[in-house]
């Protein structure tokens, strides 16, 4: 029995991190969709968005089996309800690359980033993008130096969330309506990434350490 | 035993009810501030929503504590799972609200919505009121009359959305490069508010119904 629930637990482990892994690769490609405007990178990123929802749902039914059919304590129940919330927090780190890749496919065949905003999400892709690879390497390896490493990454992502604002409030502004739209959308977006990465990587750390505190210190979002 | 477990769970219940009513406070009071341009007002809500991620903590707490405990098998554990999920997606409910009070606070004394988009978030606010309330009665009542309701409601945020959309693109928007990301945001808040509402409703019937299907519809975001 206990061989059962083991294996059973390594595959919910092992699932995160191939939900991770989609994760990464979907702002990734976002990112170049947005940047480079690559119409059909953009429908690959939206059209490959369903599975990691079915991920998602393959894990949680997974997840819920096991709390009624074994009715796990201590450590045991910790990591499937971290499980259960860190894939729920991953479906919407798909939905925000997504989002970004909609944008891209919106303005196509015209760059939806005007040229004075460039640079700054350039950075905040890379940024987004060591924030997925950090999860995933946070996941394999539970090694909390990734962790804190994510925190920074999420640091850079605030502070170049502010840069947008700065870009689109300046008066040397010259973007126009839809421009500010863009800009402030793709913002929001590659911020609250961050912050989902966050999210999982507390929620890791506190599995970890079992500090409840590091899970319950919000990021300010 | 079982009377002590009976009695959690009705608290659990009584949690998620109290949690809901906070969030139903928290989004009247930020429409008001922000269509009011009431400082004072916006401040209340920012300083609430503290309140809301506690109760979130006690009761992720309390649900831990009762898988831990109790082992609950079949409907008991769908309740309690659904209440973690529900009690996370609320405290999200409560941040949108405290983030429209902010964009209140930010532009005071200024209004920060322009009059052209006034009526509109008008609408939005009426309607996300509504989700919220319907929430708190669906809560209370499990009357999916309730949760067909809040769909409804939800519907016409996403189409009040596109409104904003269409006021900040149209050729005679006059709003300053601020105003437009302030229209951005304020709609995506809202609309995310809506969201969250519907994906409460939707596992509320999956507890009622029994239908896996109905809580996995996710509404397009």
Redesign the interface.
Known sequence: MREIFEAELRQVGDDLIEMSRLVESAITRAGTALLEADHQLAQEVIASDHAI?RLE?TLDERC?HL??QQ?P??TD??VI?TA??IS?TMERMG?LARHVAEIARGRYPAQAVPPSARETFVKMNDAAVHVAQRMTSLLATRDLEDAAQLEQDDDLLDALHQDT?AA??SPE?T?T??Q??DV??LG?YYERFGDHGVSVARRITFLVTGDFEAE?A?PE?
Do not use: E
Request: no cysteine; proline share 3%.
């Open positions: 929802d749902s819920v709390l009624a009715a304590v201590a129940l910790r309800i259960l919330r729920a939905d604002f689109t409030l502004w973007g309506p839809q500010t739209v402030t959308l929001r319950h919000r979002v």
